[in-house]
């Protein structure tokens, strides 16, 4: 795997910080890569809304990165939207059939800080399966694998007052 940036994506929310990777040529970070390519296709626009809303909305402001949300559980990520029905007080979070994948990563099972990757259409029953998805969900699964090993070998570290993945060498920048 070629060497990637770790890169916030949004620390506005109340209760959640987003990450991504971008790889190191690219001009886009993989989430934005996402949600510009499927915003832009018509079928897909509402349904590109409605996960963006659900990752902002109540993962960012409303509840945080809770096991309720992040139960889809696909090797070393999480596809997003949440599996089955989630029922959190007088709200339930239910995508039956919904079309679109998006890979995240809990950082340490946190519920403040998640990373997200790219994703895709699900077409058939499983990733493999779904031609669209199945290399983002393989690139997305060595992502995330690279992140937790940087942290096991503390190359990143996990500022618990701010809510931040800072790189260990004090660099602004964190390329793994």
Known sequence: M???VLE??????????????RKEDARNSETDKFFN????????K????????FILDSIGDDYGAIDLLFNRFENEVIGLPNQGKAKLGEITFFYPYFPLRLYSL????????VVLFNGGVKSALTNQASRDLNLKW???CQFARRIEEALLHKEICIDQ??????ANDGGEEIIL
Do not use: G, H
């Open 46 to 53: 509402k349904p590109t809304q409605i996960l963006l809303s």
């Open 138 to 140: 393989r690139e997305a």
């Open 2 to 4: 070629n060497n990637f």
């Open 8 to 21: 916030t994506w949004d620390d506005e929310s109340d209760k959640c910080t987003f990450y991504t990777v």
């Open 106 to 113: 809990r950082v340490n099972n946190r519920s403040d800080l």
């Open 161 to 166: 007052k701010k809510r931040e993945i800072r």
């Open 37 to 44: 390519k499927y915003s832009a296709i018509p079928e897909l």
